[in-house]
């Protein structure tokens, strides 16, 4: 079956740090990978996807590239602010399927 | 306000209770989803409704009950829940292309409590 593992969390960086959060899956066809971000309080936001090898998905500063050798799509960031302190998902969608496929989550905290 | 919107935010049951949640979606989408989230765990697809037909059911208690009467709304019917079924309770939906690229909005989800 499919599955997404990340990183446990939390991470905690100071302002200004560099940010990696690291996402593997294992699927059995050739998924979309996505990220999801989760502010306290609110649902699930589209951060940012790839839908084939090699793609690299990015916005609001944030990065990842769909690596199929290592089935990897870990999220990146130059230099996080307090605004980004939030839950993020790493998130597949199998070929032909709907529904999404989620990791557990990441909790990011970036102090001042 | 994110167009997909889920009432209430809060609620607090006992386990010999019926209510129901509520989703609605102001995106003229045609699938919908229910999630649950429990703490420290993957969320969990539920149920997946296209064009208001039920096409997936991920071996849920037959204590959640869903319906959806038409495109923007979807509800959760919850009758003689257990404490562990305690968690957030997400929707979503998306516009179902049939090419499995169709990206998924969520609301903010139902926070549950099950006494």
């Known amino acids: 079956g499919n599955s997404v593992t990340q990183m446990e969390g939390p991470v905690t960086l100071s302002e200004e740090a560099f940010l990696t959060i690291n996402c593997t899956y294992t699927?059995?066809?050739?998924?979309?990978l996505f990220w999801y971000v989760q502010y306290p309080g609110e649902g699930l936001q589209l951060l940012l996807k790839?839908?084939?090898?090699?793609d690299k998905g990015s916005n609001k500063g944030f990065e990842a590239t769909y690596r199929k050798e290592t089935t990897s799509f870990h999220l990146e960031k130059g230099s996080v602010q307090v605004s980004d302190s939030a839950v993020y998902f790493c998130?597949?969608?199998?070929?032909?399927?709907?529904?999404?496929?989620f990791g557990s989550g990441t909790r990011l905290q970036v102090q001042p | 306000e994110t167009g997909v919107t889920q009432t209430p935010r809060h609620l607090v049951m006992g386990m010999t209770n019926k209510k129901s949640l509520k989703c609605e979606q102001h995106?003229?989408?045609?699938?919908m989803y229910w999630y649950k989230q429990s703490a420290k765990k993957p969320l969990e697809l539920m149920f997946v409704?296209?064009?208001?037909?039920?096409?997936e059911n991920n071996s849920v208690p037959s204590r959640f009950s869903p319906e959806c009467p038409n495109s923007s709304h979807l509800f959760l019917h919850l009758h003689t829940l257990q404490p562990e079924d305690s968690a957030l309770y997400l929707c979503?939906?998306?516009?179902?292309?049939?090419?499995?690229?169709?990206?998924?909005?969520f609301g903010a989800g139902t926070r549950l409590s099950v006494l």
């Open positions: 409704y296209s064009l208001e037909e039920r096409v």
């Open positions: 979503a939906s998306s516009q179902d292309n049939g090419q499995g690229l169709a990206i998924q909005y």
């Open positions: 995106l003229g989408h045609n699938a």
């Open positions: 998130a597949l969608r199998d070929t032909g399927r709907r529904a999404l496929t």
């Open positions: 790839a839908t084939k090898a090699d």
């Open positions: 699927a059995t066809g050739y998924p979309s």
